[in-house]
């Protein structure tokens, strides 16, 4: 087993860098760059943070120092691990990275550090994840998320998931060798109750899902509509600063243009777009086929209406009167469609909301003014997170995109084994897709992951993680 070492702090320079390593030889390593300065100092007491000097290759003093030797087993990675934790410039971190690979350390790749943590049985594929997560999480929520599957909740009660179908698959075997008892061993309504009760706990476990990846990710909202309109003002109001270009030619803003934010609380990419018309001009032309693509790609859509334009008809007729709008709710499909009266400052429509805007939430807001931006905002977590929008899932276990593409296969295969079970087919037949089901609830803790699944998770993490 080879001893690894990274640099486990950002690049650039810091208050604190530290350099860790990992593996048989990092004890030694260690002792062969670092001179304590205790004269009572005998050798690394473990988990004792020693002051000292890190020598460099001709062993001249390069700083002054922490370091801390941890051995394995019960360590991050469960095998012998030491840190030099060094003042945080860039010249002295690489020279102790480099004196480390010279004593013959080899570069960790990316994740390997939790790599050998999973391999090492220290935790399951769910809470390596969950490492990475972690250091991504954009809200309180999302940290909440991600602590709880480090912690091994997710990965738990998967587990007893799994434990589940196991024992069904005992008595299925029983079934199968003594047909003749069949009857006591697994009655089919018996058996298809079994399933139903794990088909709910997959369920269960994937009802968070939606929310936790709108928490982690953050929510993809796009600004649409009119040219002139008030995007750009709306989203530099929304941002608290100007970002966009904002002026009274219509066709301002060309291209897309995109900001991560906070809008109560939920992590949001803010997009605002081209205006929507009918144009010839090239440039533009592009310009509105990116807010087509925009409009599709949305996780949740505001169409902004120019009150100053449409006060006269717009609010009282049947049918939309502009037909920016017409084109973004027919591109927006599914999606869900905040309405957005604009420039109340100047222009408040005598019937609010427009008649034709039955269906959709409304707000008359002015972006110029700041008025009612507040409940614009409420009004978008509402929108996005949907009916459970004041609450996150009651216990705050949720599976990433992943880890649902795992419970999503067992739970379609559980289905399909509840209606082989009740249309009589043969308990050999059924024991198959009870391996693969409980397969697929293994893929979330990694319990016989293929290198490449491996691979793809680890290669996500950063280097010295
Ligand atoms: N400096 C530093 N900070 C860090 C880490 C680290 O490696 N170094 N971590 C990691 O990247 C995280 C802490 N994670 C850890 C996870 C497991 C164990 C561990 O296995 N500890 C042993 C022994 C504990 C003891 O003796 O008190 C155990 O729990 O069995 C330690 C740290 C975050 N902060
Ligand atoms: N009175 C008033 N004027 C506004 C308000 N919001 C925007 N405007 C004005 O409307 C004009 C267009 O604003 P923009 O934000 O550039 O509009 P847009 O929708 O981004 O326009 P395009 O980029 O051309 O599609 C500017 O002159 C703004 O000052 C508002 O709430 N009240
Ligand atoms: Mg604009």
Do not use: I, K, Q, Y
């Given at each position: 087993m080879s001893t690894i070492a990274a640099i486990a702090t950002p690049p650039g320079a810091g208050g604190i860098a530290i350099v860790r390593m990992c593996g048989p030889q990092a004890k030694e390593m260690l002792a062969r760059m670092f001179l304590p300065f205790s004269p009572h100092f005998e050798n690394f007491r473990p988990w004792m943070l020693y002051r000292g000097r890190i020598l460099d290759s001709d062993r001249e003093a390069l700083d002054d120092a922490l370091a801390v030797f941890m051995p394995g087993p019960h360590t991050y990675t469960g095998e012998d691990m030491t840190e030099i934790h060094c003042h945080g410039g860039p010249f002295i971190v690489r020279t102790v990275l480099e004196n480390a690979l010279r004593l013959g350390a080899r570069l960790a790749e990316r994740g390997e550090f939790s790599r050998r943590a999973f391999l090492n049985g220290r935790m399951e594929l769910s809470q390596a994840e969950a490492v990475a997560e972690m250091i991504a999480a954009p809200s309180r929520e999302a940290l909440r998320y991600s602590l709880n599957r480090l912690e091994g909740l997710l990965g738990r009660r998967t587990l007893v998931l799994r434990e589940k179908l196991d024992a069904l698959r005992a008595q299925v075997c029983l079934a199968v060798d003594f047909p003749e008892e069949d009857v006591e061993c697994l009655a089919p309504q018996a058996f298809a109750l079994a399933v139903d009760d794990v088909i709910v706990g997959v369920r269960r476990l994937l009802a968070g899902q939606k929310r936790a990846r709108l928490m982690q990710h953050g929510a993809l909202v796009v600004l649409a509509g009119a040219?002139?309109?008030?995007k750009s003002s709306l989203l530099n109001a929304l941002l608290g600063r100007t970002r966009a270009l904002v002026t009274e030619?219509?066709?301002?803003?060309?291209d897309f243009l995109e900001e991560m934010c906070e809008i109560d609380g939920l992590p949001v990419c803010l997009t605002d777009t081209a205006g929507l018309r009918a144009t010839a001009e090239p440039v533009e032309s592009l310009g509105v086929a990116a807010s087509h693509q925009k409009l599709r790609e949305a996780d949740a859509i505001v169409l902004v209406l120019d009150g100053a334009r449409l006060h006269e008809q717009g609010a009282a007729a049947p049918t939309c009167p502009d037909p920016a709008a017409v084109e973004a709710l027919a591109l927006a499909g599914e999606t869900p469609v905040l309405v957005v009266w604009n420039k109340s400052d100047i222009c408040m429509p005598k019937v609010f909301p427009p008649r034709w805007s039955a269906g959709f939430p409304c707000r008359a807001v002015s972006a110029?003014?700041?008025?009612h931006l507040d409940e614009l905002a409420r009004d978008l977590r509402t929108l996005v997170l949907g009916d459970g929008a004041g609450s996150a899932t009651p216990d705050g276990i949720a599976p990433n995109v992943r880890q649902a593409g795992a419970l999503n296969e067992a739970l379609v295969e559980l289905q399909a084994l509840k209606t082989d079970i009740l249309a009589g087919q043969p308990y050999d037949c059924c024991a198959v897709r009870l391996d693969t089901a409980a397969t697929r609830l293994g893929d979330v803790t990694g319990v016989a992951s293929p290198a490449e699944v491996l691979n793809r998770v680890f290669s996500q993490f950063c280097i010295g993680k």
């Open positions: 040219v002139n309109a008030g030619f219509p066709g301002t803003t060309r110029l003014s700041g008025e």
